[in-house]
């Protein structure tokens, strides 16, 4: 455990008060979200969130002895996402909480690296290195195997993938079309058709690359096997169609989004903006938060490449306009 280890008490010189301060207060939540989850899971559960609860008391004490910093309360933005966790877990049950796991997981383990890599040869470095071993001998192991089948990582990903598809290549449609013809109805019937046709696209794309790929790995696995040798390739278990069809109805999802508002009675492209972006900081923080990223820079990098995009689309829209004199 981190607190049996030797720690030089005291330090809030070996870093900024701030990081000290982020330090402790994550572990804090983490224990605070370990401790929530018992009464949102099933008891088979239950011994290994006790571990996992076990190895946060472990931490949490060793920050707060080694900073000489001792915090019992969330700040009100942590207090805030644990709520907005707990509900999460609460509605969809146990893939939330499996998902959630995992994310918690990632976020610290990518935390640690970070910090380990920055500080290495000081003392905070040292301190670091006995919290990676934890995590990557105990925490994570723990996580894993209580996620392990649960999660359809390739699903996850699928829809994902086809929800921001859908969403920025049809806002783009849709700022190009009112760009070149600038009534609601035209671009409406021209953008759903572009959807439609995205999303088959999108679809046999997904199931051909696919199919592609469990063709080799079959023939790979059949070669060894006739040559009496082990394989190391697995069997891909992910179903083309299966994962087709969750592209497409993503890819659909996400194009609904700038098209609702062209059909409840919108006449320019800035509410399509508007209820885009906003799709894509809730889409952006989902993901960072699964994955580990910067939420900040992630929703940045999007709605960037979202305002390229409807800039350089309605430009071309309106010279598409300017060039042919198209009228309606």
């Not at 982020?22 to 009464?39: G, I, P, Q, W």
């Not at 996580?143 to 049809?170: C, H, M, P, S, Y």
């Not at 006449?267 to 900040?296: C, E, R």
Request: net charge negative; aromatic share 8%.
């Amino acid at each position: 455990m981190p607190s049996s280890r030797p720690s030089p008490a005291g330090h809030p010189s070996l870093s900024d008060p701030l990081l000290a301060r982020t330090l402790v207060l994550d572990e804090l939540f983490d224990l605070s979200l370990y401790k929530a989850l018992r009464n949102v899971t099933d008891p088979e559960v239950h011994p290994t969130l006790d571990e996992l609860v076990a190895v946060e008391i472990g931490h949490l004490a060793f920050w707060r002895n080694f900073f000489n910093l001792t915090l019992d309360e969330l700040n009100p933005g942590r207090r805030l996402k644990l709520s907005l966790l707990m509900l999460i877990c609460k509605v969809f049950g146990s893939t939330a909480v499996h998902l959630v796991l995992e994310a918690i997981e990632v976020h610290g383990i990518r935390k640690y690296l970070a910090l380990w890599r920055e500080y290495q040869g000081q003392p905070l470095g040292e301190a670091l290195h006995g919290i990676l071993m934890d995590e990557f001998k105990h925490e994570d192991v723990l996580v894993t195997a209580l996620t392990e089948r649960k999660i359809n990582a390739e699903k996850i990903r699928n829809i994902f993938l086809g929800l921001n598809d859908g969403l920025v290549e049809i806002l783009g449609a849709v700022s190009g079309f009112f760009g070149a013809f600038g009534e609601a109805t035209t671009v409406l019937v021209a953008a759903s058709t572009t959807a439609v046709a995205g999303a088959l696209s999108m679809a046999a794309g997904t199931f051909l690359a696919l199919n592609s790929e469990k063709e080799v790995k079959s023939t790979e696995i059949a070669k060894k096997t006739f040559l009496g040798e082990a394989s190391e390739v697995m069997p891909m278990e992910e179903s083309p169609i299966g994962s087709a069809l969750v592209v497409g109805a993503a890819y659909i999802a996400g194009a609904i989004v700038p098209v609702l508002p062209v059909l409840i009675g919108a006449t320019n492209a800035v509410f399509s903006v508007i209820t885009a972006g906003l799709m894509v900081i809730l889409v952006s923080t989902v993901l960072s938060f699964l994955s580990g990223m910067d939420v900040k820079r992630r929703i940045l990098l999007n709605l960037v490449m979202i305002a390229i995009a409807v800039s350089v689309t309605y430009g071309i829209g309106v010279f598409a306009k300017s060039l042919w004199g198209i009228a309606l």
